[in-house]
Nanobody, 121 residues
Framework: QVQLVESGGGVVQAGGSLRLSCAASGRTGSQYSMGWFRQSPGKEREFVVGMSWWGVPSYGDSVKARFTISRDNGKNMVYLQMNNLKPEDTAVYYC???????????????WGQGTQVTVSS
């Protein structure tokens, strides 16, 4: 099993940027796909973006052209650059790992504890 720890959340004004990081440890020798999900109060967890081991991304419709995922397999890190943030982006953001697939239907079986992102208007 792989363990995931997110960092980089915070409070930002609308139109601003944040960069989230996720550090993976444990069974990192496996070729996991990595991704980000988010959840707001009263809403279901939403797929934000995923990336295959080889660097192929899959973006959720609500963040295309604003968010960018990247990963450094040598450092066991994955990043989420969020630009032009909107109040509706406010949520707890979770890093996740998948053994099969990197889209919303991937087998996401490892999760971090989450990091809060708050976008003020």
């Amino acid at each position: 099993q792989v363990q995931l720890v997110e960092s980089g959340g915070g409070v930002v004004q609308a139109g601003g940027s944040l960069r989230l990081s996720c550090a993976a440890s444990g069974r990192t020798g496996s070729q996991y796909s990595m991704g980000w999900f988010r959840q707001s109060p009263g809403k279901e967890r939403e797929f934000v973006v995923g990336m295959s081991w080889w660097g192929v991304p899959s973006y959720g419709d609500s963040v295309k052209a604003r968010f960018t995922i990247s990963r450094d397999n040598g450092k066991n890190m994955v990043y989420l650059q969020m630009n032009n943030l909107k109040p509706e982006d406010t949520a707890v953001y979770y890093c996740a790992a998948s053994v099969t697939g990197w889209g919303p239907d991937g087998q996401w079986n490892a999760w971090g504890q989450g990091t809060q992102v708050t976008v003020s208007s």
